[in-house]
């Protein structure tokens, strides 16, 4: 029974880590993603104070998940988040508006690509 | 993570059901589950190995899928004869009675000249002196000749013949004593001794190789320029 259960238990841990993973991914990008919105409406009412805490803070979020992402996830999605991140930051601090909106929605775009690379779905399987 | 999870076992699937559509003449040595094993695991290897981009767990996770897949697919067919088909095929006939079946040639897509070549392989030029030519699910071809063409045994020659054959068992290798061997012999350190002393050994350092069978016979190597 034990060369049932042994493996049968691997596959169950794998399913389930990888279905925890994809939640918690899941879980932490969403609202880092409404944070980033919730900027770019700062700075379209030239709070740009406000629009540049929005991104530190979440950027700090973002980079205390940066372990387990790059565990998990392609490198290259998570450098391309990152320079996103310094870009926002910088364009927030020169308060240029039309920048800093092309730039918050592209970050929006790869933090959900992150998220959605790691869920079970079949478009991903397939 | 999720998706080379899924990935894999849908992959390993794709693989096996193809392995066993191409017939056995494909496999070589192995079992079609242990050939795509072979396949994909030395690939899913060099790839996280290689490319640092890659998180390593996109490589070990598919791995420790298709070892645990590879477990629950030979407890399967350990524990039923039918799924053990499935996933592994049957022996096929390919001659029987000395008559070839071509059928089953065509079926496995086995061509005459590929059959001819495995029979010169086993020592057998002469077609008529093949009574079954079997080929196995891991795509090796089991021959049997005709009683008329194989070698004499003792038992057909109504000779009694003495047992007198022992499986060995190893006691020193290049100077290690194998404690294993000496238990499983049911024998001791002083027997050990007294056998290197009799043979001018000062200890088992000086040994390559001491075997015991079960008659009692020991063959014994020294090393060069040990003594």
Redesign the interface.
Known sequence: MK??I???A??AL??G???W??SAVDAAVAPWCAALTEAQESAARSDWDGAARVVRETRRAWDAHRVHY???????ELEAADTLFAAAESYAAERDAAEFRACAAQLIVRLRVVAE????TLK??L | ???????TI?LYTILIVGIRVMGKRQIGELEPVELVLMLLISDLAAVPMQD??????NGA?PI??L??????L??FS?RSVRFHRLVCGNPTTLIRDGVIRQDALRRNRFTLDELLDELRAQGVTDLTTVKYAVLETNGQLSVLLYPAEAPLTPRQMGRAVEDDVFLPTVIVNDGRVLRSGLRDMKLDETWLKKVLHARGYRSAREVLLLTVDDAGTVFCVGKEGGR
Not at chain 2, 67 to 72: D, I
């Open positions: 060369y049932f042994l493996p049968a691997v596959l794998l399913l880590a990888a279905l993973n994809a790059h565990v998990v996830a392609a490198h290259d690379m790691q869920q079970m991903n399987i | 993570m999720a998706t080379a999870f899924m990935r849908l640092f981009g890659i998180p390593l767990l996770i420790v899928t070892l645990a897949l590879s477990m629950l030979s407890y350990m």
